[in-house]
């Protein structure tokens, strides 16, 4: 498996306070997504990132902001946590998505509950 | 907006049967990639299969194989030999060639009955 780790994997927070998640990768690569898992929706992307401080924004990118200052970190930061986040998280890696011999590869998940 | 569509939210199939999985997605690219991932209890996601949009040719590992229709934009997974392994949740996915963005679709979930 491509080394990928998520931290924390379970947390249980209240509305209103800072939240951080963080994705740590040992291959070196380039691409790092954020995704959302929530029931019937699939995966949503919430924030990708192309370089170090290289990011952009995915389709539910609203309350959430990431940051790269490293290329093996990815941190995913709820400012304010609302119910509506919710969710399931995941981080992703890629060297280089579109290659054949370079898939996504998947951390474990962030089970993230807001209360 | 590109979307992808799995219009089945569970399929079941007997174990050692051939299922078939449906996904249709829309997108005005004409070089794009499409995946399927499957995602067990474990919540551990996994790549079954990939085809690239402009490989005529299905793309088929060991027991999974699609059925690529780029006219119709459809791209369907056929699993034979079901075993019980295969249980889990089916994604389908679309990745834009321009940005590297994935768009997911909602998912199937299989049963494998003994």
């Known amino acids: 498996d491509a080394g990928i780790t998520q931290s924390p994997r379970h947390k249980v927070t209240e509305t209103g306070t800072p939240v951080t998640l963080r994705c740590h990768q040992t291959?070196?690569?380039?691409?790092m997504y954020w995704y959302r898992q929530d029931p019937g929706h699939g995966l949503r992307l919430i924030h990708y990132?192309?370089?170090?401080?290289?990011?952009d924004k995915g389709e539910v990118s609203d309350g959430y902001s990431v940051s790269r200052s490293k290329t093996e970190d990815f941190l995913l930061t709820l400012e304010s946590a609302t119910s509506s986040q919710t969710s399931v998280y995941f981080c992703?890696?890629?060297?280089?998505?579109?290659?054949?011999?370079?898939?996504?590869?998947f951390g474990n998940g962030t089970r993230l509950t807001v209360t | 907006a590109q979307t992808v569509t799995q219009s089945q939210p569970e399929m079941s199939v007997q174990e050692a049967e051939t299922v078939t999985l449906s996904c249709t997605y829309d997108?005005?690219?004409?070089?794009?990639?499409l995946f399927w991932y499957k995602q067990p209890p474990s919540r551990q996601m996994i790549l079954v299969i990939r085809?690239?949009?402009?490989k005529q040719q299905n793309a088929t590992e060991n027991r999974f194989s699609v059925n690529f229709q780029k006219a119709a934009k459809s791209f369907s997974l056929k699993i034979s030999d079901s075993q019980l392994g295969d249980a889990a949740m089916y994604f389908c996915?679309?990745?834009?060639?321009?940005?590297?963005?994935?768009?997911w679709g909602a998912g199937t979930k299989l049963i494998i009955k003994p």
């Open positions: 085809q690239e949009a402009y």
């Open positions: 992703a890696i890629s060297e280089s998505p579109g290659r054949n011999n370079s898939p996504l590869h």
């Open positions: 291959e070196n690569h380039r691409y």
């Open positions: 990132s192309y370089g170090v401080k290289d990011t």
């Open positions: 996915a679309y990745l834009m060639d321009s940005n590297y963005q994935l768009i």
């Open positions: 997108t005005s690219e004409s070089d794009y990639y």
